[in-house]
């Protein structure tokens, strides 16, 4: 397991945001932490990237992730790509992808051709600053950003929030394409749909807690989840 979830619980002041949580991804796999708003799927994408103290363990690649800096997680490849983006709006795509290089040194010019590969449109508007993006663009330029930085694990919140259909396929071709170049990728989202067609194994997160995990085919045959998520 390249990331291990055990028993972690997180609370923000009296509010309990996480319960007891376990849940592990397998190198190589998309696994897909779904739920509703306010179920926690933030909450577990910043406590295994080393922001939230918690209570259980965490540990990336065997390490604990409370035990080293942020900083040295993202330099041994767990990449998060947040469900807020943070880019900056008034430097140009370009800069922007360059702000995310922090583990190459030689090897920038070499990620920026594959992240232009991955999404043609982020070298079209190269130039333009990225608050004057579409939604859809900006979540390819966060997308592209968290690939320079060469992930081994990549957490995506959210990456299709608000975001158009015909944008939703371009983020699923980039997301089957990263799979295909070996990168193991936590995916925590709302649209259930798209998460079971990336998917290898999926979680149910409600409240905090983890109430169902299996495959998408498993998910798709049980009744709570077709009914509660999959529109009956
Ligand atoms: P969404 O998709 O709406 O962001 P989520 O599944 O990512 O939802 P979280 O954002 O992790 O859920 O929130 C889980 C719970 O923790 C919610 O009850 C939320 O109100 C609470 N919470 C999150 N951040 C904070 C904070 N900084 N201070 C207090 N409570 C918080």
Do not use: W
């Amino acid at each position: 397991m390249i990331l291990n979830i055990d028993d972690v619980s997180v609370s923000y002041g009296e509010v309990s945001a996480l319960r007891g949580v376990s849940l592990g991804v397998e190198e190589g796999s998309i696994v897909s932490v779904i739920g509703p708003n306010g179920a926690g799927k933030s909450t577990l994408a910043n406590t295994v990237t080393g922001f939230r103290p918690y209570g259980g363990s965490v540990t990336y690649d065997g390490t604990e992730v409370s035990s080293v800096d942020a900083s040295d997680l993202v330099a041994n490849g767990l990449i998060h790509c947040t469900e807020d983006r943070d880019l900056f709006g008034y430097m140009s795509v370009e800069d922007n992808l360059e702000l995310g290089a922090y583990r190459h040194g030689d090897g920038e010019a070499d990620r920026l051709e594959y992240v232009y590969d991955v999404f043609p449109t982020l070298e079209e508007r190269k130039d333009q600053n990225a608050r004057t993006m579409s939604g859809g663009e900006q979540q390819m330029l966060a997308i592209g950003r968290a690939l320079m930085g060469d992930p081994e694990l990549l957490i995506l919140d959210e990456p299709t929030l608000g975001l158009a259909p015909v944008i939703l396929e371009d983020i699923s071709d980039a997301i089957e394409e990263i799979r295909e170049d070996g990168v193991t990728v936590l995916l925590c989202e709302q649209n259930v749909t798209f998460a079971m067609n990336h998917a290898d194994h999926i979680y149910l997160l409600e409240n905090g807690r983890i109430e169902k995990d299996g495959t998408p085919d498993d998910l798709r045959g049980d009744d709570y989840i077709r009914d509660a998520y999959l529109g009956g």
